[in-house]
């Protein structure tokens, strides 16, 4: 499995904005699908976004026109952009990889039985 390095978590306030990075030494990521999933505290982790190799991407309804999801193939790196924060963002986020590729293909997330690489996960804390 590749080893994932995540970062960009930390305390931000309603309405505001954090960037979350997911990234790995190990592999190039041009050619796999990434996942983005979160998981708040007695909650079951849930897909929140994905993008495939060919730059597409899918949203799940909780995030979508307030988050973004972007690769930069130049640093091996994929983003989450977090827009308009609101306190039910609060959760830890992983970054997922699908080495296989197949996943995030029209209008599907991927389950997170289909992502075989995993970050540590990032905390994200929204509060006044």
């Known amino acids: 499995q590749l080893h994932i390095v995540q970062s960009g978590g930390g305390l931000v306030q309603p309405g505001g904005s954090l960037r979350l990075s997911c990234t790995t030494s190990?592999?190039?990521?041009?050619?796999?699908?990434i996942g983005w999933f979160r998981q708040a505290p007695g909650k079951e982790r849930e897909a929140i976004s994905c993008?495939?190799?060919?730059?597409?991407?899918n949203y799940a309804d909780s995030v979508k026109g307030r988050f973004t999801i972007s690769r930069e193939n130049v640093k091996n790196t994929v983003y989450l952009q977090m827009n308009s924060i609101e306190d039910e963002d609060t959760a830890e986020y992983y970054c997922?990889?699908?080495?296989?590729?197949?996943?995030?293909?029209?209008?599907?997330?991927?389950?997170?039985?289909?992502?075989?690489?995993w970050g540590r996960g990032t905390q994200v804390t929204v509060s006044s």
């Open positions: 993008i495939n190799s060919s730059g597409g991407s």
């Open positions: 997922g990889v699908d080495t296989w590729g197949a996943t995030c293909e029209g209008q599907r997330l991927g389950r997170e039985y289909e992502y075989d690489s």
């Open positions: 190990d592999d190039k990521l041009d050619n796999y699908a």
